[in-house]
């Protein structure tokens, strides 16, 4: 039976995310939270290879008490445990301190049943970074197998499992050791729909919640704020620039004018 | 740590098929800048399998020094055997700033490298500086969907390490003059010990152009109205023998396949010619678009910010300006040839 971890955030969406023009800030309350798009794909391929080969879902996160909301979600997706570590003393964290944080986490994890997977998304859409699965695995000294868009195969017996990693014009193969950590792409698999019990046991559902002091073996000074060695130093609006020329006239004459400004470009389509 | 210790920009140089990655081409231009600015050297850490004759390319494109490692264990990128290398090649040579290009090995290898060391890392920089006298780097990217820019430091840590996006630093003219030092190294790795193997490649080759390559884009938003609504997109680029590019929202509706998004989550593009129609134009695109060499915006709202980002705008409505235009193309785009056929003639005559 394997058991599967996957690491998900909860993220303000920031494609309705405004900001506040006087003090170049984000209105975070004018974005609703929701699961990090590509942890949704992350999820829902570890709940695909559960029904594949027979398992176990786990879900971890950090973040504050409203992120139970993430995880519910993925309860409806499939996942049949979710963790959550909440406390003040990981708020501020960079993706160091984080990877430290959900790290101290999955060793906990681990105790209680031995992982052999664990899956992330490529990146969050707060912060796009993607740097937050390969810390983990660095950390858990597995392999890490970024932009994996397909799993040909998991065999826990032989101990090995292997992949589609994408490539800028292609993708490789790539057979690893078990456990490693997959960081997944969005087309990867589509997400289904919940099944209603789902989405009645997500209802119900309350995940096991740890604060820094429930971990093992931590080092405070490497969790939040204190344990990351990048700081934003400085935080502008892009500068907005000057605008283009906007073509007048009648339908015709804007369409004759543009197509000479394009053809201009003779060597484009000779 | 003495940070007297750490001296040197460094970049981590991607080669594929035994050519010099564009991009790290790029980074040795903007490390070049960053070096001169500290009066330090440009480093290019090269590794792979039979890449050693690369090394004079980084001379002439702005490296100082080329650390090279050497061996058939490097023949595919992997992350374990690569980051043991530039790991090995930091403890000796303690670099400042390593950059890195935002690719998905480069990805991969600043992320294991970082947490390593440790040292800090900011991923997908567009702006980099660095302070003459103290050596902070100044790492600035667009953050949160690209609706702010953030400037990230480093204070406590080095290396100071970045990845920067492909097409966003420019090149240096190679200078065939340019030569510099190159510094063989080598680690013991045992390929029974990788617990990795690529066990095959597969390149895609698909007859459409590739969008990053394109010299014309046309590139559709959710201005277009559903999937069939796109096709007049994929109509006007097929006319224009373009690629076809779309923004974050109508890929995420599902009209058009992942590899056609251009923005900040997905392709940098520079082409000839940008049309973006019924793309209002958030920062999020704009940072994947703004540095083609011409853009023409059309879009329904006078409001839409695209026109702030744009050369020539037109204000109306795609489904009957684009009939137009594809309409008028057919027409010309046969004479323009016609014409550069006749001077071909006349040339060879």
């Known amino acids: ?270 | 740590m003495n940070f007297d210790d750490y001296r040197g920009i460094w970049i981590y140089i991607e080669v594929k098929d035994g050519q010099v990655a564009p991009v790290s081409l790029e980074l040795l231009g903007a490390g070049r800048a960053l070096a001169d600015k500290r009066k330090t050297e440009l480093a290019g850490v090269l590794i792979g399998s039979g890449v050693k004759t690369v090394a004079p390319t980084l001379f002439q494109y702005g490296a100082d020094v080329v650390y090279v490692y050497d061996d058939p264990i490097f023949e595919h990128y992997r992350t374990e055997p690569y980051m043991r290398a530039l790991l090995d090649c930091c403890h000796k040579h303690k670099p400042e700033v390593i950059l890195y290009g935002a690719t998905p090995s480069g990805k991969d290898l600043a992320s294991a490298i970082a947490t390593d060391l440790p040292t800090g890392l900011t991923a997908d920089t567009t702006i980099l500086d660095i302070e003459e006298d103290t050596g902070l780097l100044l790492a600035s990217r667009p953050a949160f969907g690209g609706n702010i820019m953030a400037t990230i430091l480093c204070k406590k840590y080095r290396p100071q390490m970045a990845t920067v996006r492909p097409k966003v630093m420019k090149a240096l003219s190679p200078d065939p003059s340019r030569t510099g030092r190159v510094v063989e190294e080598h680690i013991e790795l045992h390929e029974e010990e990788m617990r990795t193997k690529v066990l095959e490649i597969v390149r895609e080759t698909t007859k459409k152009v590739r969008i990053d390559e394109a010299d014309i884009v046309v590139a559709g938003g959710k201005g277009m109205g559903s999937k069939e609504g796109f096709q007049l997109i994929h109509q006007l680029a097929e006319v224009l023998g373009g690629a076809v590019g779309a923004s974050r929202d109508v890929v995420e509706a599902g009209w058009i396949d992942h590899h056609h998004q251009v923005g900040q989550t997905g392709v940098t593009v520079t082409p000839k010619i940008y049309f973006a129609i019924g793309i209002s134009g958030a920062i999020q695109h704009v940072v994947g678009m703004q540095n083609s060499d011409l853009i023409i915006a059309i879009n329904k709202d006078p409001n839409a910010p695209i026109f702030q980002s744009c050369h020539y705008g037109i204000v109306g409505d795609a489904f009957e300006i684009i009939p137009l235009l594809i309409e008028r193309f057919k027409e010309e785009i046969p004479k323009v040839k016609a014409a550069a056929d006749v001077k071909e003639e006349i040339r060879h005559a």
């Not at chain 1, 993607?130 to 799993?151: D, S």
């Not at chain 1, 292997?162 to 193969?173: A, F, P, Q, S």
């Not at chain 1, 804007?254 to 000479?260: A, D, M, R, W």
């Open chain 1, 1 to 270: 039976m394997l058991h599967i971890v996957a690491c998900i955030k909860q993220v303000p969406d920031t494609k309705i995310i405004k900001m506040n023009p006087k003090t170049n800030t984000m209105d975070r309350a004018s974005a609703p939270a929701i699961l990090n798009p590509y942890d949704a794909h992350a999820v829902e391929e570890a709940v695909r290879l559960k029904k594949e080969y027979g398992g176990i879902v786990s879900v971890l996160t950090m973040g504050p008490p409203p992120a139970v909301k993430a995880i519910k979600k993925c309860i409806e997706l499939g996942a049949d445990e979710g963790y959550m570590i909440s406390d003040r003393a990981f708020a501020g964290a960079d993706t160091l301190a984080t990877s430290y944080a959900l790290t101290k986490a999955l060793e906990k994890i681990a105790k209680q049943r031995p992982i052999d997977l664990i899956i992330c998304g490529k990146m969050t859409i707060d912060g796009d970074t993607g740097q937050v699965g390969p810390g983990i695995a660095r950390r858990l000294n597995i392999p890490p197998l970024t932009g994996v868009n397909k799993v040909v195969e998991v065999n826990k017996e032989k101990g090995y499992a292997i992949v589609h990693r994408k490539l800028e014009d292609g993708y490789e193969v790539v057979k690893s050791q078990l456990p490693c950590l997959f960081t997944v792409e969005k087309d990867i698999n589509d997400i289904s729909f919940a099944p209603l019990p789902n989405m009645i046991k997500a209802a119900r559902y309350q995940p096991t919640i740890w604060t820094a002091d429930d971990l093992e073996n931590v080092d405070r000074k490497q969790l939040g704020l204190k344990g990351s060695p990048t700081i934003v130093s400085k935080v502008w609006a892009p500068p907005k620039p000057e605008g283009g020329k906007i073509l007048t006239g009648t339908k015709e004459e804007q369409v004759n004018e543009l197509l000479s400004i394009v053809l201009q470009k003779k060597e484009l389509f000779s």
